[in-house]
């Protein structure tokens, strides 16, 4: 028997088989009905990013990469006009999905899952004249194995330097694209195999605010369609390809990987849908901020303009390297990226201005004095009290200089747990986000195709959030 009949059996008991085998016998029906509208507001929720995305700079200019070979295609672009191939559209919508880190995150596993499917099952749909339901079906599979996976590693990705999105991404890209092919079991394990040669993603843009995060889950759709075509036409690849020796976790992980658990892909499947438990953000900075902005913004309505001389910000431990290290860096940050990721900045704007939203990253407040003075004077610590990683919790101690000591500690960041966003208000959001990119009248036609996209194709959608070529 040759090798490739060997690996057309069925798949093994590996993570990638019980994925696999998951992902071949979902259908539409198959997904509970709390569950399937949780996944349209994620990905309305998804789409407002991407819309608003364009009116930053990284997106005319990562569009021109992806266009400077000069190759028409049949693929829209969220937001604006051009056509591209495949997978260049893929690469382009995945870095508008996640380009303002304003995309959902699922607590747990410390990912993006919806940026981590969403950009193939668009494309790849667009091209394959995929209908709503297949679309949906084949996004609820993916976010799933976005999620498990991260659920394996426990946040470890992040505490070796990857961007845990940008590792994941890769599988659940390669097996939303397989099962948009309609592929089997086999099929789709070997796609998972193939992507894990693939997956990347260092978290060396900390060090500088540079753009290579919003790059990951684009190129992560690349990946993955291109696995899954291989995989489509025969292409031997390996079985266990996460718990396999010198497989992802071994080798992304190294002195952390026994504690994996790699039974939290296969726990529940198929009856628990993590997709459900996915927060949404109501703020455009990094998710392990967000219990500190919430203290924060509580105590501005406390402070009544009293001046304030110190502010003490706890966060969870493992999340200190990210958004409050090195503290000189993150108390003046240069660009959006760099304020997204500093606790001082975020911290500083919302006990002055009582909000954080997209205007508090644009050039003109990243300069504003008060918020710059006030940031200087943030200092960061362990939160002994923080429900981390189920919860971002944080807390924020402000001395005024009459001597008052206020204090809040937020245990559930708003939009997780019991303080999820609902559907107005996630609809609320969209229509905030799609504005600075559409007019209101093609936003609010984007709100129904998606509550109804079961009804609608790909393509339907896609002509939706594109703007007419007028050339």
Known sequence: MTQLG?????????ASGHLARFAAGLRFEDI???VLERAKLHILDALGCGLASNAYGFAGRVVAGAAAHGEIGRCRVIGRAERLPVRDAALVNGVLLHGLDFDDTHLGSIVHPTAACLPVALSFGELLKAHGSALLTAYAAGMETAIRIGLVVKGGFHHVGFHATGVVAHFSSALVAAKLLGLDAAQIMASQGIAASTASGVQVFLEEGAWTKRLHPGWAAVAGITAARLAAHGFVAPSRPLEGKFGLLETHLQAHAGEADIGAVAAGLGQTWH????????YPVCHFIHGCADAAIALHAELGGEEITAVEALLPQPTLHIVAEPAAQKQCPTSDYEAKFSTQFVVATCLLKGGFGLPDLQPEALADPRVLALAARVSCGIDPDTAFPTYFSGGVT???????KLTRHVRVNSGAGEYRLQQDGVIAKFLASASLALPREQAEQIVEAVLTLETISAEQL???????DKN
């Open 6 to 14: 060997r690996i057309e059996k069925t798949p093994s008991s590996s």
């Open 462 to 468: 896609m002509q939706l959030l594109s703007l007419e």
């Open 275 to 282: 997709l459900a438990d996915t927060a949404m953000k109501p």
């Open 32 to 34: 509970p009905a709390p």
């Open 398 to 404: 402000v001395t005024t200089r009459s001597g008052r």
